[in-house]
C-alpha cells in the first residue's frame, strides 16, 4: 500500500512541477537611476556608522566606494560582529576564535555580492546535507535535490521519519507554505506563535519537529513564543523559495582570514576610517535641532549623515541617554521619543554561550555539522578540526579535535566558565558517547546576549530602516538584524541588507545613484 501511495504521489507531483513556477529573484532597482553612481570630486560628504558589525561594514562599503567619507566607531577591540574572531592563547598557541559557527546560505544575495566583490569566494566551500539527531526520531541527513517540488517529495521520501500521507493530511498549512505572501504574513501570523500555527493547521509532529523546530533553534529565540510570520519567512528564505534555497557555504579558514579582513582592508583602501574601543554613548544635535552631526566623546568630529549600526540594545541605551542629555529641549526631545516609541519596546532573546573544546581524541565516522534540537542545551556541534586549516593541522599532529558546542538559549543563569562543561557534559555523552573517554585540554567559552527577539506582539513596533524620517530626523537611519525589511530577509542576511538599504538613504539625499537590493520573491512558490 505504501508503495502505491508514493507511486501516485510522484505522478501527481511530477505533473505539478509542470504547473509549478518558483519565481525568481525580486530586484529592487535604484528610485534614482539617472544619478550620478559617485559623489562629485569637489564635494565632500562625511558618514558616522555606530557599529563595525555586519551592517555597519555593508553601509560602510557601499558609501565609501561612492566617494564618502565613512567613519566607523566601534565600542569592541575588533569589528565583524557576530562575525569577529578574536585571538586567544591555549595549549602554547594561539588560536583565531570566532563567536560561533555560520553558514552563507544560496538566498544571500546582497552577503554573496559582497563575497564576490572581495574576491574571497575560494575561502568557502559547500556543506552538502545537514545532519540531525532527535531523541525521539532517527537520525536525517537533509538536503535539496531536484526541481521543485520534486525536491520535497524527495526529502519527505528519503526520510526515515516523515511519511508522504501525513503531508497529505496537512493541506491546511499549505497555504501559508507554498502560496506564502509576504504583504499580508505579518498582518495573520505576527502575534501568532508558531507552536499554535502548527496546531491550528494540523502540522504532523514530525514534520514540526524535524523541519521547523530546528529552524527555529537556531534563531536563539524562545520557542514558545517566536512569531509565527517570522518562522513562515524564513522557511521561504531558507527552504521553500526554489530549490536551492538550502544550498550553503561554509569558510575554510576563521572569519577574519576569509571574510572580515579582506573586507577591512577594501574599507581601510577606500579611506574609512575605523575606530576601535570607540563606545558612542550618546548623540549631538545642530544647534536648531534638525539633525544629528556629533557625538558627546568628539563633538568637534562632525558629520553630515548617522547610520546606526550598532546592536538593538546598545542602540536604546545610546538614544536613552541621548534624550535624557536633550530633557530640557522639547522639540529634540519629542523627536528622540519618536524613536523611543518603538526601540524601546523590543525584546532580546536570551542569553547563549559558545563552548569551544579542545580534546586528547578524535570522533570516529561523525558529522563534520550536526544540528541537535532536541538536546537542549546543547543545540549544534561542529567539529572545527574537520573544518578549518587551523584545527585541522593540529587534530592531524596530535591525534586530537576541537568540538564547538552552541548553547542557546542559556537557562543555567550566570554560571563561570569553568562550570559550563559540567553542565553540559551529560548532554554530549548523550549525543556522542565516546567523548566519557575524552581527557579535555582546554576550553573558551563565548557569553552574549546580543541576538533580537522576534517574539510575539513585537512586530508592530520593529522600525524599518528609514524610520526616523517618520520622527523628522532624516539624516538618521538605523541598519540591523533586528528591524524589518519591505521584502524577506533574516538573520545575518538581514544585517548585510538593511546596511546597503541605509547607505541607499544617504545615496538618494545626496543624488547619487542606489545599488541594487535583491531578496527572494515576495510570494510563494506554489502548487498549481
Not at 501527481?12 to 509549478?20: E, K
Not at 577606500?270 to 534638525?290: A, C, H, P
Not at 553542565?423 to 573517554?437: C, G, H, M, Q
Amino acid at each position: 500500500m505504501r508503495n502505491r501511495t508514493i507511486c501516485i504521489l510522484a505522478v501527481v507531483i511530477l505533473w505539478f512541477s509542470w504547473v509549478a513556477f518558483p519565481r525568481p529573484p525580486r530586484v529592487i532597482k535604484p528610485v534614482n537611476p539617472n544619478d550620478p553612481t559617485n559623489l562629485p570630486d569637489q564635494v565632500t560628504k562625511n558618514v558616522l556608522v555606530i557599529g563595525g558589525g555586519l551592517a555597519g561594514l555593508s553601509a560602510a562599503l557601499e558609501l565609501s566606494e561612492r566617494g564618502f567619507n565613512v567613519s566607523i566607531k566601534e565600542a569592541d577591540t575588533v569589528v565583524g560582529g557576530r562575525l569577529h574572531t578574536k585571538d586567544v592563547k591555549l595549549l602554547n598557541q594561539t588560536w583565531p576564535i570566532e563567536t560561533g559557527f555560520h553558514a552563507w546560505f544560496n538566498n544571500y544575495f546582497q552577503s554573496h555580492d559582497i563575497l564576490e566583490r572581495l574576491g574571497v569566494t575560494s575561502n568557502f566551500r559547500r556543506w552538502e546535507a545537514v545532519d540531525y539527531i532527535f531523541r525521539d526520531y532517527e537520525p536525517e541527513s537533509i538536503y535539496s535535490k531536484g526541481p521543485y517540488p520534486l525536491n520535497l517529495f524527495g526529502l519527505i521520501h528519503r526520510s526515515p521519519n516523515m511519511k508522504l500521507t501525513d503531508a497529505l493530511h496537512s493541506v491546511k498549512s499549505l497555504v501559508d507554505l507554498a502560496y506564502f505572501q509576504y504583504d499580508t504574513i505579518f498582518e495573520k501570523y505576527a502575534n501568532t506563535t508558531l507552536e499554535e500555527w502548527a496546531r491550528d493547521k494540523d502540522v504532523p509532529q514530525s514534520f514540526y519537529d524535524i523541519l521547523m523546530k530546528p529552524i527555529l533553534s537556531v534563531t536563539l529565540n524562545r520557542r514558545d513564543i517566536f512569531s509565527a510570520a517570522e518562522m513562515l519567512t524564513y522557511n521561504q528564505i531558507y527552504f521553500l523559495s526554489d530549490s536551492s534555497a538550502d544550498h550553503r557555504i561554509i569558510t575554510t579558514k576563521n572569519f577574519q582570514d576569509a571574510v572580515i579582513g579582506p573586507w577591512t582592508q577594501m574599507l581601510l583602501s577606500y579611506g574609512v576610517r575605523i575606530q576601535l574601543n570607540t563606545k558612542v554613548e550618546q548623540l549631538v544635535m545642530n544647534n536648531d535641532g534638525s539633525k544629528f552631526i556629533s557625538t558627546t566623546s568628539n563633538p568637534d568630529e562632525q558629520f553630515d549623515h548617522v547610520i546606526m549600526a550598532a546592536s538593538l540594545d546598545s542602540i536604546q541605551n545610546i538614544l536613552k541617554s541621548t534624550e535624557k542629555q536633550y530633557h530640557d529641549n522639547e522639540q529634540i526631545r519629542n523627536k528622540i521619543n519618536c524613536l523611543l516609541r518603538k526601540v524601546e519596546k523590543l525584546p532580546m532573546a536570551p542569553p547563549y554561550k559558545v563552548m569551544r573544546v579542545w580534546f586528547d581524541k578524535q570522533l570516529q565516522n561523525k558529522p563534520e555539522i550536526l544540528e541537535t534540537p532536541h538536546h537542549h542545551p546543547i543545540n549544534l556541534v561542529v567539529q572545527y578540526n574537520l573544518l578549518e586549516e587551523t584545527y585541522a593541522e593540529w587534530a592531524n599532529r596530535t591525534g586530537g579535535s576541537v568540538l564547538e558546542f552552541h548553547l542557546y538559549t542559556w537557562s543555567y543563569g550566570d554560571v563561570s566558565d569553568d562550570r559550563v562543561w559540567d553542565l553540559i557534559r551529560p548532554t554530549a555523552e548523550e549525543i556522542y558517547p565516546d567523548i566519557k573517554y575524552f581527557k579535555i585540554l582546554a576550553y573558551h567559552v563565548h557569553s552574549a546576549n546580543d541576538f533580537p527577539s522576534f517574539e510575539i506582539n513585537t512586530h508592530q513596533f520593529r522600525p524599518t530602516v528609514t524610520y526616523p524620517t517618520e520622527c523628522e530626523l532624516p539624516n538618521l537611519s538605523f541598519a540591523g538584524d533586528w528591524l524589518y525589511t519591505d521584502f524577506p530577509s533574516a538573520l545575518m542576511e538581514r544585517a548585510v541588507t538593511t546596511g546597503r538599504q541605509a547607505a541607499n538613504h544617504v545615496l538618494l539625499s545626496e543624488g547619487v545613484r542606489q545599488s541594487n537590493i535583491v531578496s527572494i520573491n515576495l510570494d510563494g512558490p506554489g502548487i498549481v
